[in-house]
């Protein structure tokens, strides 16, 4: 019933940019907090970009000034703006909702998505 479903992603060089969307369907994303998180083969989840329900913005330090977080409410969408990717960005990246600003662990957060592969090689 509830759906996190996410596009873009894929494959671009160092330095350059991609656009990571999650769509939802049966609620509002505006009633939660939205956290992008990330995962390498051989390493553990992590988090790199939060939004509340309110518009407050918070960034890993990893992807400060390079990453944007950011919604569109008349598409129920939440979108990751990656800029200057560096080939450490590599990763699945995943959409996920939580009940309350300031939750940044990956245990916090009840639906996700089903992930998207991003590479940044040469």
């Known amino acids: 019933q509830l759906q996190l479903v996410q596009s873009g992603g894929g494959l671009v060089q160092p330095g350059g940019s991609l656009r990571l969307s999650c769509a939802a369907s049966?609620?509002?994303?505006?009633?939660?907090?939205i956290g992008w998180f990330r995962q390498a083969p051989g390493k553990a989840r992590e988090g790199v970009a939060w939004?509340?329900?309110?518009?407050?913005?918070n960034y890993s330090d990893s992807v400060k000034g390079r990453f944007t977080i950011s919604k569109d409410k008349a598409e129920n969408t939440v979108h990751l703006q990656m800029n200057r990717l560096k080939p450490e960005d590599t990763a699945v990246y995943f959409c996920?909702?939580?009940?309350?600003?300031?939750?940044?662990?990956?245990?916090?957060?009840?639906?996700w998505g089903q992930g998207t592969q991003v590479t940044v090689s040469s």
């Open positions: 996920a909702t939580s009940g309350n600003w300031g939750a940044t662990m990956p245990s916090q957060y009840d639906y």
């Open positions: 049966l609620f509002y994303l505006e009633d939660y907090t």
């Open positions: 939004i509340s329900s309110s518009g407050d913005t």
